[in-house]
């Protein structure tokens, strides 16, 4: 007989500090392990009441094999690593923590922005190279004159548009869901329209929306098409929405001017992603997310929400319906 525990499926934290205070004070024990794949998970985690998950895949298969489990809680907001319908489906809640480092990831987005709109890191490396001319970085737009669109307005695009609103930018935004951003005067600046006025609109197109099956590569070589020529992309939320050839493709014909990108298909980003052979890109390694205080957050939130599926107790940030 497996006594009943919370398990850490897997986490790549240097430490489990703040989950070990968590559930040490609240009596539960807990297991870490560094679970991979479907059998990883059904081999360790027998007993499991609540799990805190990063990475590790919860499928039909797991959850079949796992009855005890109630409830999986992610690090992080996404959960595409997780079959909701499945979870649903064998009774597990799933949740999330979607509000650990919000300004983090608006700041983050906003810093790519300003780095690829100023040619910052081409700067940097023409002054590296020798070369003293700002003239290599000609044309340079003024930010008051450009429209930012934003694709998916909930936390984080919403502190984004607040963030390049207060620069001086026009902002047009898409959502399946608007109602929060009518009624909240606050946002009166933004420009409600449709996601494809939105993508052909604007000087600087920012992601901000989930990874759901029909959104999977939702920025095509369409998509990228419709944009304006020299308009610029960012995306800090899932690396699965875009095809990055095409993105590759868009930057070296010079029909997109720039990218910022903190998450791609792939990660680590592989040795021959074409994005790495593109021009005119900012590529940073899933870290917009971070910060010390972050982390700790994250951390803390996942441990005590999986405290609260252990005893049973109403969750605080519930994806699926149970």
């Known amino acids: 007989m497996v006594d009943a525990m919370i398990v850490i499926t897997d986490c790549n934290h240097v430490n489990i500090d703040e989950e070990k205070s968590v559930f040490e004070t609240a009596g539960i024990p807990y297991r870490l392990f560094q679970c991979k794949t479907e059998d990883d998970l059904i081999a360790n985690c027998k007993g499991a009441v609540a799990a805190c998950n990063q990475r590790a895949p919860f499928t039909e298969k797991v959850f079949a094999a796992l009855p005890s489990l109630k409830m999986v809680v992610r690090y992080g907001d996404g959960v595409d690593n997780i079959d909701l319908d499945a979870a649903t489906r064998h009774g597990v809640q799933i949740c999330n923590v979607p509000d650990y480092g919000t300004s983090e990831v608006a700041n983050h987005a906003l810093a790519l922005m300003l780095a690829i709109t100023r040619k910052i890191c081409q700067a940097n490396d023409q002054v590296r190279a020798g070369r003293w001319n700002y003239a290599e970085m000609i044309p340079i737009q003024h930010l008051v004159n450009m429209t930012v669109g934003v694709i998916g307005l909930g936390r984080i695009g919403l502190a984004f548009a607040r963030r390049v609103h207060a620069l001086g930018c026009r902002v047009i935004g898409f959502d399946i869901f608007t109602d929060h951003v009518k009624g909240d005067p606050e946002c009166s600046f933004i420009e409600l ?13 920012s992601l901000h929306c989930s990874l759901n099956a029909q959104d999977a590569r939702m920025m095509n070589a369409e998509s990228f098409a419709r944009m304006k020529r020299g308009a610029m992309f960012v995306n800090v939320t899932r690396g699965g929405l875009v095809e990055e050839a095409a993105l590759a493709d868009a930057l070296k014909s010079g029909h997109l001017a720039g990218a910022g990108v903190d998450v791609t298909s792939k990660e680590p980003l592989p040795m021959d992603s074409p994005l790495r052979s593109a021009p005119n890109i900012v590529i940073t390694p899933h870290m917009a997310w971070y910060s010390v205080q972050a982390e700790s957050n994250l951390k803390t939130r996942c ?9 049973g107790e109403k969750p605080r940030c519930p994806v699926n319906k149970l």
Do not use: N, P
Not at 193 to 205: F, K, N, Q
Not at 303 to 311: D, K, S
């Open 193 to 205: 329209t449709s996601e494809e006025d939105v993508i052909e609109r604007a000087d600087v197109l």
């Open 303 to 311: 441990a005590e929400e999986a405290v609260r599926g252990f005893r």
